[in-house]
C-alpha cells in the first residue's frame, strides 16, 4: 500500500471505526471483546485489498457479516457464563430507561443463536431488505423471514418487559402465536 492509501485507509479508520465497532458488538452477542476481535479481523483484510476496494464501508460491513456467520457455521459451543448467585429480579423495573431496555436487549440478544442475532442486527440495527440480508447470509429470502419471525418470538420470551416497544394494537398482539420456539446452538 502506498502512502496515500495508507492514510486514506487511516482516515476510514478514524472516521468509521466506531459505527463498525457497534455492529460487530451486535453481531457477536454483546461481548465487546468479541466484537473487537470480529471489527480487527475485518479491517485486516480490508487493509490488504484496500487499493481495491470502491465502497469500503460495505466493504467492512460485509467482511464482518460473513465472518459472523462463518463462526456460527462452526458449531462452537457457546461460553456459559457462571455466577455465585443468580441475579436479582426487579418486579418495579422503570421499561422506560433507555438505558435499561439497552441493557434487556443486549441480554436477551446474548441469549438467541449467532444466526437469530445476526438476522435481526442486519434486519434492523443495519436496516437491510430481507432480500440483501439473504444475500450476505447465503440462504433464501423465506429462511430470512421465518429467522426473524422465530427470533422476535423469542425475544418476547427471553425479556417480556420490551413488548412495549412492538406495535400498540392488541388485536394484533393476540392474533399472534407468541409461545415459546425451541432454539438450538
Given amino acids: 500500500m502506498d502512502a496515500e492509501g495508507l492514510e486514506g485507509f487511516r482516515d476510514f479508520v478514524d472516521n468509521r471505526s466506531s459505527a463498525l465497532l457497534r455492529t460487530a458488538v451486535l ?23 484496500w487499493e481495491r476496494i470502491d465502497e469500503p464501508e460495505a ?34 423495573t422503570d421499561a422506560s430507561s433507555a438505558a435499561e431496555l439497552r441493557v434487556v436487549m443486549r441480554e436477551a440478544l446474548s441469549r438467541l443463536t449467532a444466526r437469530q442475532r445476526t438476522v435481526l442486527v442486519l ?46 394494537d392488541a388485536e394484533f398482539r393476540s392474533s399472534r402465536d407468541h409461545s415459546p420456539v425451541e432454539v438450538r446452538p
Avoid: M
Fill in 27 to 49: 453481531l457477536s452477542g454483546g461481548d465487546r471483546y468479541a466484537g473487537e476481535d470480529l471489527l480487527q479481523n475485518a479491517l485486516a483484510k480490508a487493509a490488504g485489498r
Fill in 123 to 168: 434486519r434492523y440495527f443495519e436496516d437491510l431488505p430481507e432480500a440483501d440480508v439473504a444475500r450476505l447470509l447465503g440462504c433464501s429470502v423465506g429462511t430470512v423471514r421465518s429467522t426473524t419471525h422465530r427470533s422476535l418470538a423469542r425475544l418476547r420470551v427471553l425479556a417480556p418487559e420490551l413488548a412495549a416497544l412492538g406495535p400498540a
Fill in 59 to 92: 466493504y467492512v460491513r460485509q467482511i464482518l457479516y460473513r465472518q459472523q456467520v462463518s463462526r456460527w457455521r462452526l458449531k462452537w459451543r457457546r461460553r456459559e457464563l457462571t455466577v455465585a448467585e443468580p441475579p436479582e429480579t426487579r418486579a418495579d
